[in-house]
């Protein structure tokens, strides 16, 4: 990733904030029919407060910049711009992730709304952030505090009667699982083949080490570079398979049919009868589809 570093933000910002935005917004906005090459570089002098925001810098030169500003019983994320030239680069991941563990000891809900269709919407999605409520213009968006620091908090204040016990004492975690990460030879084979399987979104800063998909709810499947890797066997189990993933869908010789034709293998021992199919994606992991 690129080096990169933030400073408290100036009024001698605001024009090339402003310009930066007018740059990076415009593709989403002319597609939603909104763009004004006035109004869009407005705004941002109308809403800008140096006193919230961060200049993002790589070597030392402007490259974008992100605001954080309270609000009520939350925190709005505002104005996230990078410069074409470092985008896709991990600085934006990198930025969202300081800003966001900063939230999490404090406590602190996080708001932000994202023009519908941006790409960037995948971004927060893979951080927490999930679906409040939309509109025909913008998506809005919340992340509450990581579990852990909620619980954290719990434990330093929040009365008993609000904590639900379970049989033997404690709190239940509720867990919602939100990344599955497989590790594999090849990535981005690996994340084209699920992504034309499932239709979940390719993640926008996949690259050849690590790629990933993504869903409107927040799930995000990873896949990893593994130097070495051995793929797993089934049923033998002679390298164990370790886990597998089930899909369920609407009709079993459809979906045979279609993985077979991306890349899957169906291996001879099928022990689900009629009610589900073991496959072998490209890099070996089985997984089942189930009638549902």
């Known amino acids: 990733m690129v080096d990169w570093d933030t400073r408290p933000a100036s009024a001698a910002d605001v024009e090339a904030v402003a310009e930066l935005r007018a740059v990076v917004l415009r593709a989403d906005l002319e597609r939603l029919g909104r763009y004004d090459e006035q109004r869009v570089r407005q705004r941002l002098r109308d809403g800008f407060d140096p006193a919230c925001t961060r200049v993002i810098e790589v070597g030392g030169a ?131 083949f699920y992504q034309q399987a499932t239709g979940l979104e390719p993640h926008p800063e996949s690259d050849t080490d690590f790629a990933g998909l993504s869903r409107g709810d927040g799930l995000f499947i990873g896949f990893q570079r593994v130097d070495d890797y051995r793929a797993p066997r089934w049923p033998d189990q002679t390298v164990p398979q370790q886990f597998h993933l089930d899909f369920a869908v609407e009709d079993l010789d459809e979906a045979e049919t279609r993985l077979l034709e991306l890349g899957a293998v169906k291996p001879e021992h099928q022990p689900g009868g009629d009610r589900w199919r073991v496959f072998t994606d490209p890099a070996g992991h089985p997984f089942c589809v189930v009638k549902g």
Request: net charge neutral; charged share 25%.
């Open 62 to 192: 402007f490259a974008g910049c992100v605001a954080l500003r309270p609000a009520g019983d939350a925190h709005w994320l505002e104005h996230f711009y990078l410069a074409p030239h470092v985008q896709g680069s991990g600085i934006g991941s990198g930025v969202l992730r300081s800003l966001l563990e900063r939230c999490d000891r404090d406590g602190v809900l996080v708001r932000l709304n994202v023009l519908r269709g941006s790409p960037a919407r995948r971004l927060y999605e893979r951080h927490g952030f999930t679906l409040e409520s939309e509109d025909p213009v913008d998506v809005f968006m919340v992340r509450e505090p990581s579990r852990e620091q909620r619980n954290s908090r719990a434990g330093q204040g929040v009365p008993s009667s609000q904590a639900t016990e379970r049989p033997g004492g404690g709190v239940p975690l509720r867990m919602k699982l939100t990344a599955v990460t497989l590790d594999c030879p090849d990535p981005p084979a690996l994340a084209a």
